[in-house]
């Protein structure tokens, strides 16, 4: 199947996290457009999660340890650990979560 991403719908799933949401049997991928300032309040999940910035600067706090992660950064997130986040800068994210994110569909 082919899929072009510019084609997808833009959901605002939080204030200022805009997604363009990709779901397979077994897993999710979220293309993010974040309004500089956004936050993804605290929060645990028991999908497996995989973030990659691709644009800007964004501040994350995984387990209580916070870092600011720039293009070409990744950070997994284990299953059911908090974590939370906020655009330093406006920002293009990739999340791909495991099983999928049945609340983003």
């Known amino acids: 199947m082919k899929i072009k991403l510019a084609e997808i719908d833009s ?7 805009h997604g363009k949401l990709i779901h397979t049997q077994n ?10 300032g956004a936050k993804v ?11 990659q910035v691709l644009e ?11 870092n600011t992660y720039e293009p070409g950064d ?7 650990v908090s974590h939370s986040g ?14 999928t994110r049945e609340e983003y569909r």
């Open 11 to 17: 959901k605002e799933i939080m204030p200022g996290y």
């Open 27 to 36: 897993m999710s991928l979220a293309f993010w457009e974040v309004e500089k």
């Open 41 to 51: 309040p605290e929060h645990a999940h028991i999908n497996e999660q995989v973030m």
């Open 56 to 66: 800007g600067k964004f501040e994350f706090t995984l387990g209580g340890i916070t």
């Open 74 to 80: 990744l950070v997994i997130i284990p299953p059911n």
């Open 86 to 99: 906020r655009a330093i800068t406006p920002c293009k994210l990739m999340d791909v979560f495991s099983p």
